[in-house]
């Protein structure tokens, strides 16, 4: 739900002092005021608007902040009405409150155009390649998917994707973003998201954005180079949220989002959705991740796709095994079987072929993990090892599973051994999460850390990993 964690009256936003801190677009002068009207301290304030309590300070000691996307995030965060956001240079945008269940809208969402989606993309690709600490100190807000969540639901129909650009767009160009988008999945999967993430944030700054920006195409065309330029988008998230740059994983995400409907791409829709749902369950916002996995069901069943109805029902049984409401996960994953019982695989887009049996029986094995359930855990774990082993980094993560199925039994010596392989992989990874499972999986084993093969597994642990979390 959309609050105002902040608590500024509506009437305080017309106050002279701060309409004229508004039209300097004064943001340390705007944190001052607001610190003096509720007081709200700085870690406060950043958790409202998306940003690191330290960066937070700094814009308070004058730090300019000139990105657009961030004085969103931040007038948003802050509820600001319409007049303020208009003082401040920004849109209107019109109040809205999240439907109680996903696609059940009582208000409009904000008014945006394909055309401002396509800019902001822009400035957050190439913010991201010049490494602009703007975007390094943007921090994720479980609040900050309700908006786009909703605009996804409410949004009218989008307008004809058409440009009179300068150089004609056509299928060929489309193609050749799907083949890359295709390599560096491969190479995600195989080496984790820190492997090619700069990669791909070049070729989506300096490759796709001129195709989008300048380029000459009609409704069609236009509408498959967005589908093309939302799935490398996507996978540019996934790869930060591999990475633990959790906030720009998120904006990513969000903007694949509007990507989406904007292309019309129900499918890709249901898929970052579920992605958000991933995200927002491993950083423990239950309520949230539960919420996106729902609204992913629902666009997948819109979109006709079984296999996606079924990863939003395992995306919705995680978020309610780590809410440990044991009934409604068990009904999820029953729910997932049978979607995927029912899948005719031979239509699957390419990006949805992670999607198999293996990767079903992890998820099950992490959702009876977290409700305490080790005996069906170890059992699912098990199985999830029956997999294409291509995919490296989902390998690693499932032997780590395992382990911590085992320490978690009272097994040491087998969560040690089955350790042990989970962390030669990890070695061959760039992946914040898989160095996290490791580190869990340390701290699981501590009250064994007498134990002859508990010392040396975790002092390999240390001496492999490093300070890497």
């Not at 995200?279 to 609204?295: E, F, I, S, W």
Request: charged share 20%; glycine share 8%; with cysteine.
């Amino acid at each position: 739900m959309l609050l105002d964690p902040l608590r500024i009256p509506q009437d305080a936003w017309s106050h002279g002092e701060v309409l004229t801190v508004l039209a300097a677009r004064d943001i340390g002068g705007l944190f001052r005021w607001i610190a003096s009207l509720t007081g709200a301290s700085q870690s406060r304030i950043g958790a409202a608007v998306g940003l690191e309590q330290g960066y937070v300070s700094r814009i308070m000691a004058g730090r300019k902040v000139t990105s657009i996307e961030v004085l969103e995030r931040i007038a948003d965060g802050c509820g600001m009405p319409d007049r303020a956001r208009i003082t401040m240079g920004l849109a209107p945008r019109q109040a809205a409150t999240p439907p109680a269940a996903p696609g059940r809208p009582s208000e409009p969402p904000a008014n945006r155009t394909w055309q401002d989606d396509v800019r902001s993309a822009a400035e957050l690709w190439r913010g991201d390649v010049n490494r602009r600490d703007v975007l390094r100190q943007v921090a994720f807000s479980s609040a900050g998917y309700t908006l786009p969540a909703l605009r996804w639901f409410t949004a009218p129909d989008p307008a004809p994707v058409t440009q009179p650009g300068r150089s004609a767009v056509g299928q060929p160009e489309i193609d050749t973003i799907r083949a890359m988008t295709a390599t560096y999945r491969q190479l995600d999967n195989q080496y984790g998201g820190g492997h090619a993430r700069d990669t791909v944030a070049r070729y989506l700054h300096q490759e796709v954005t001129p195709l989008l920006t300048d380029g000459r195409y009609n409704h069609a065309t236009g509408q498959r180079l967005l589908s093309a330029a939302t799935e490398l988008a996507q996978l540019a998230g996934w790869q930060a949220y591999d990475t633990a740059e959790h906030g720009i994983a998120q904006r990513y995400l969000t903007l694949a989002l509007d990507f989406a409907h904007a292309a019309g791409d129900d499918g890709l829709g249901a898929e970052i959705l579920a992605a958000m749902s991933h995200q927002a369950t491993y950083l423990g916002h239950t309520a949230t991740g539960l919420d996106l996995a729902r609204a992913a069901g629902q666009t997948a069943r819109r979109a006709g796709i079984p296999v996606l109805t079924a990863e939003a029902h395992v995306m919705e049984a995680h978020a309610l095994a780590k809410a440990n409401d044991e009934p409604a996960c068990a009904a999820a994953l029953h729910q997932a079987e049978q979607a995927l019982d029912r899948a005719d695989r031979s239509t699957d887009p390419q990006w949805l072929s992670y999607f198999d049996e293996a990767y079903l029986s992890a998820k099950f094995g992490h959702c009876f993990h977290a409700l305490g359930r080790n005996t069906h855990a170890e059992r699912f774990a098990a199985r999830s090892l029956r997999m294409d082993n291509r995919y490296v980094r989902g390998r690693a993560f499932n032997l780590a599973l395992l382990a911590s199925v085992h320490a978690h039994q009272g097994q040491p010596d087998r969560a040690c051994a089955i350790g042990a392989e989970a962390l030669a992989l990890t070695t061959q990874l760039r992946s914040a999460r898989a160095v996290r499972y490791l580190r869990d999986l340390q701290t699981q084993l501590a009250p064994h850390r007498r134990l002859p093969a508990v010392r040396h597994f975790t002092g390999r642990i240390d001496a492999t990993l490093g300070s890497r979390r």
